[in-house]
Every structure is written in C-alpha cells, then in structure tokens.
C-alpha cells in the first residue's frame, strides 16, 4: 500500500523551477532512498511533502489524504515527521526540552512519558544528557537528538534529510543503524542522503534526482550496480 503518493509535483523558487514535475511513492514499512547531487532538489522536495514548502503543482497524497496545501503542523499531527538537514535542534533548550517539543501536536500526557521512555531506551546518550543545553552536543549526539524529537510525535513515516552530514565514520554507521531499527518498529522512512552508498544499502527502492527530475528509479540494491549511478555517486 502506497502511503505517500507525489503526482507531477513542480515547486518553484520565484523564477526559478526546482522541482519539475516529478511523481513518486513510498510503501508501507519501506525505506526509500532519494539521491542525487547537491541542488538536484533533494530537500526542496522534503520541504514540499511536509509542508513547509508549496508547491506550484501537482499533488501529495498521504494515506489517500491529499496534503498538498495542509500547513505543516496539521500534516506532522496526520504522522508525517520531519528531520531537518543541519538537525535544527534548540540550542538553548535542554535535551529533554527538545524532545518534548517534539510531542507539541499530542494531547496524551501519560502517552508522552512513555514515548520519552522508549526515547531514552533507543538512544541511552540521550538520557544521560537531559539536562544538558542541545547547543553543547557533539554534531552525533544532536542528531539522535532531532531523529529523538521527531519520533516523539509518534510519526507513521518519518522523513530525514541528510542524517550523516558532517558526521564522524563511527557516527555515521551509527546513525545508519538507528534509521534501519526505527524501521524495523515500523515506521516508514523517506531518507535524502549524499552517502547514496549508505543509504542505498538499507533501502528497498531508490529515486535518483538530478536537476529538478527523477531520472532514475528501482530496487535499491539493483542502482547500487547500475552503471550510472556508480559512476555518478558511488565512486569512492
């Protein structure tokens, strides 16, 4: 079953069109790979699905429910949650702070506390460092952080851009690991990731966009030996 499903979605930067036209879906209890070079429209597409973004046209379709004009909070309230590229933790809140933000759409106070619990049980670095300023945190530690805070939402798919950006290689098998296991406890996942050698050996299927189109599709691990994409993005 299609969860998400993205129709002939054009978004425009003024004059300038990033996106351009293009349609894609994302199963039940997959994760799927969307990769391409910097400024191919990766996050603008992220930013257009969750709503921070609108686009020029086309529709998002989210469990049969058309999303394209919802405001992001009504759509992260639907479970479609968002990790921001660069983490976007609050620096000045603590941990348990940002986490907490994370739950601003739910009303379930004791549903909350558990949520918190099985944060802390996913990432134990989290709960050691609650009371601790987010802005102190090594870049590894902040983003557990943010893929922590948006899991407290309680989210059916999550959706994260560029979780490995910036991290060291032990934090980056680290971070893969995590995405796969929040998978694993079924949530779906939506990853935008520059390491495509990463990301497309954990995904189920793959786009690959390149200047506003999505030139490339398929089984995850059949692009990772395409021709092509080798060459473009998996060369070491």
């Known amino acids: 079953m299609s969860i998400l499903k993205v129709t002939d979605m054009?978004?425009?930067?003024?004059?300038?069109?990033a996106v351009k036209g293009i349609s894609f879906e994302v199963e039940q209890g997959e994760i799927v790979?969307?990769?391409?070079?910097?400024?191919?429209?990766?996050?603008t597409t992220l930013h257009t699905v969750t709503g921070m973004i609108p686009a020029k046209s086309g529709s998002i379709q989210f469990y049969g429910t058309d999303i394209t004009k919802v405001p992001a909070h009504r759509i992260v309230s639907m479970g479609l949650a968002h990790v921001p590229e660069g983490r976007r933790?609050?620096?000045?809140?603590?941990?348990?702070?940002?986490l907490k933000m994370g739950a601003y759409t739910r009303k379930d106070k004791d549903g909350i506390e558990k949520s918190l619990e099985e944060i802390y049980k996913r990432f134990p670095?989290?709960?050691?460092?609650k009371s601790q300023l987010a802005g102190t945190l090594s870049g590894g530690e902040q983003q557990m952080l943010a893929m922590g805070r948006a899991l407290m939402s309680k989210p059916k798919?999550?959706?994260?851009?560029?979780?490995?950006?910036?991290?060291s290689p032990l934090y980056v098998s680290e971070i893969f690991k995590i995405i796969q296991d929040i998978n694993e406890s079924g949530t779906t996942v939506l990853l935008v990731e520059q390491n495509a050698k990463k990301a497309l050996s954990?995904?189920?299927k793959a786009y690959v966009l390149e200047t506003g189109n999505i030139v490339l599709s398929g089984d995850?691990?059949?692009?990772?030996?395409?021709?092509?994409?080798?060459?473009a993005y998996l060369s070491e």
């Not at 790979?33 to 996050?43: H, P, Q, R, S, V």
């Not at 995850?220 to 060459?231: G, I, R």
């Open 33 to 43: 790979a969307l990769i391409g070079a910097n400024g191919a429209g990766k996050t």
């Open 220 to 231: 995850a691990k059949e692009l990772m030996n395409d021709d092509s994409v080798k060459k």
């Open 202 to 204: 954990i995904a189920n």
């Open 89 to 98: 933790v609050f620096a000045q809140l603590t941990v348990l702070e940002n």
């Open 125 to 129: 670095r989290l709960e050691e460092r």
């Open 10 to 17: 054009t978004v425009n930067y003024g004059v300038i069109q």
């Open 157 to 167: 798919m999550i959706v994260m851009d560029e979780p490995s950006m910036g991290l």
